[in-house]
């Protein structure tokens, strides 16, 4: 996994990029939570709005709430929301993340991801 970024993104919400060794259909979104929550009651709470973007993160493959059809590459470029709550460090099935000092979010990311409040 590669974390391309985090970002600030909106009140108490963060943007987190991240490049993940694997294709969509295989990633295991459950796995994600947020260091102190309890992983078996978090479901559904981080991340918030997945959506693929092109490897250089300039382009977003498919709607947002959508997984590509055709993924033709081995790793997946996907960012989502996440409002740290309980802790500063997002687990996952394939590293920890460090939500601490979130960097101003590109102009060019910022038009392309889009947002609802939950």
Same mark, same amino acid.
């Given at each position: 996994?590669?974390?391309?970024?985090?970002?600030?993104? @909106?009140?108490?919400?963060?943007? &987190? +990029?991240?490049? !993940? +060794?694997? &294709?969509?259909? =295989? !990633? +295991?979104?459950?796995?994600?939570?947020? =260091?102190?929550? =309890?992983?078996?009651?978090?479901?559904? @709470?981080?991340?918030?709005? $997945?959506?693929?973007?092109?490897? +250089?993160?300039?382009?977003?493959?498919? $709607?947002?709430?959508?997984?590509? $059809? *055709?993924?033709?590459? $081995?790793?997946?470029? &996907? @960012?989502?929301?996440?409002?740290?709550?309980?802790?500063?460090?997002?687990?996952?099935?394939?590293?920890?993340?460090?939500?601490?000092?979130?960097?101003? !979010?590109? @102009?060019?990311?910022?038009?392309?991801? =889009?947002? *609802?409040?939950?």
């Amino acid at each position: 996994m590669t974390v391309n970024g985090v970002y600030s993104y @909106a009140k108490g919400w963060l943007l &987190v +990029d991240l490049t !993940i +060794d694997t &294709v969509p259909d =295989d !990633i +295991d979104w459950f796995g994600f939570y947020i =260091d102190g929550e =309890d992983p078996d009651k978090s479901v559904g @709470a981080s991340p918030y709005m $997945e959506q693929f973007l092109s490897p +250089d993160g300039r382009d977003k493959l498919c $709607e947002t709430w959508e997984e590509p $059809e *055709e993924y033709e590459l $081995e790793n997946t470029r &996907v @960012a989502f929301f996440v409002r740290p709550e309980t802790g500063n460090t997002l687990i996952t099935p394939y590293g920890s993340v460090s939500l601490d000092n979130p960097e101003k !979010i590109p @102009a060019y990311l910022f038009d392309l991801v =889009d947002f *609802e409040y939950p």
